[in-house]
């Protein structure tokens, strides 16, 4: 496979973040979730004006993967107040990995996910926390074979269905360690 190339969104980029978050949203959930909570979700999660305000928010960032100029996935990491919980000035949240279906299992989540410990270690982030869906055993493998721990739940609402969130963290240190111990 080419060389994937990673590079900062700016609001230029919210049709290509809109396209890639609903399908990659689509690919993954729609068979275990109702059409209508699927349709609202996507239409008020990936709307023109709520992404122009997330990407605006100098406390969030994202990240474009593209393989030979075709967007294929994207990271979306919180700081701050922009964070979905906890809003701790020690901690980076990971809002979004999303990689398209075709290239999953090909090290893009790993590309994506590197990056937000890369920018983690930057601002002297003390842990990365994320919240991901209990029946996302893909997801949460992924994770756990990074080193995060659950540690709490939460609900997550898809339409008119609340589902539950396993939240997950990986301290830095440990992840120094789990890297050294690695190599």
Known sequence: MDKVELKKASQTDIEVLQEIGRQTFFETFADCNTEENMQKYLSESYSYDKLNNEISNVNSEFYLASLNNKTIGYLKINFCQAQTEFKDKQALEIE?????????????????????????????????????????????????KNGFIEFDKHIFRLGDDEQTDILMKLELSARLEYDNGKG
């Open 96 to 144: 979004r990995i999303y990689v398209l279906k075709e290239f999953q299992g090909k090290k893009i989540g790993q590309l994506l996910y590197n990056q937000a410990f890369q920018i983690a270690q930057q601002i002297n982030a003390q842990y990365v926390w994320l919240g991901v869906w209990e029946n996302n055993t893909r997801a949460i493998s992924f994770y756990r």
